[in-house]
């Protein structure tokens, strides 16, 4: 069983050393994510499907593909802000509530070739404008060591 305090250093030299794999990796973090984002509000989309597919698609890679991607098999979330192709794209905003980018932004890209498991999409304050969740389109973030304060 994983630590879900684990530093992404030590996830990814447990997969490359073949002790865990990015299947497990990934079933473990999106578990974590689904029990717990309904009191923290982290998350404004959760993606199973996609980080599944992306540790299928990294188990694929060979040795030598492994050990030159930085980020192999680590779990990862992007916010609500960056485009993601699929994936819903609201920027906090009621206005994008239904938007669907066309295309991964650059990060979004170089995430996903260096080995990277999306997790989903973090929320985030109308167009990132306010330090809070508060009043938009995301639900309020919490501390997760304090739930009467905010994440921000």
Known sequence: MLNPYIEAHEVRDLILKKEIKPREVAEFFIARVQKLNPKLGAFMTITPERALADAERIEKMSDAERHRAPMFGV??????????????????????????????????????????????????????????????????????????????
């Open 75 to 152: 779990p990862y979330s992007i916010k609500d802000l960056n485009w993601t192709k699929d994936i819903p794209t609201s920027m906090g905003s009621k206005n994008y509530e239904n938007f669907m980018p066309p295309a991964d932004e650059e990060i979004v890209f170089r995430m996903r070739n260096a080995g990277g498991i999306l997790l989903g999409k973090t929320t985030t304050p109308e167009f990132g404008g306010r330090p809070t969740t508060e009043g938009g389109l995301c639900p309020p973030a919490r501390n997760p060591w304090n739930l009467e304060h905010t994440a921000g």
